[in-house]
């Protein structure tokens, strides 16, 4: 199989040097890498710390709901209901007294 290889001309000037000098051609040297790397063993998965204030397993059975709006959910937001429930009162409330400030202007 063929294949194209994006190499930094820096690189593969070195490694077509090396080749040339022990008289290999550069196709059996790149096969000879990729040989060498699927016979090593491969490293153990990292564990990644989770970030601070990211959601566990343990946020998503007391809230259900999150699984839901995952894709919405960004570092640093509050996962609490009671702070959720009194942002989108807040919210609500500026949005009603805007309408209400427009009625009386119009009256």
């Known amino acids: 199989m063929k294949a194209t290889l994006d190499i930094p001309d820096d690189l593969y000037r070195r490694v077509k040097a090396r080749s040339a000098l022990e008289g290999r051609p550069i196709r059996s040297v790149a096969v000879q890498l990729f040989q060498n790397w699927l016979e090593a063993p491969s490293p153990p998965p990292k564990e990644v710390p989770p970030e601070e204030g990211a959601l566990t397993e343990a946020d998503f059975e007391r809230f259900p709901w999150l699984r839901i709006t995952r894709k919405y959910i960004k570092p640093g937001m509050s996962h609490n209901l009671d702070e959720i429930n009194e942002a989108i009162a807040k919210g609500w409330g500026?949005?009603?007294?805007?309408?209400?400030r427009h009625l009386d202007e119009e009256a």
């Open 94 to 100: 500026e949005e009603v007294s805007e309408k209400l």
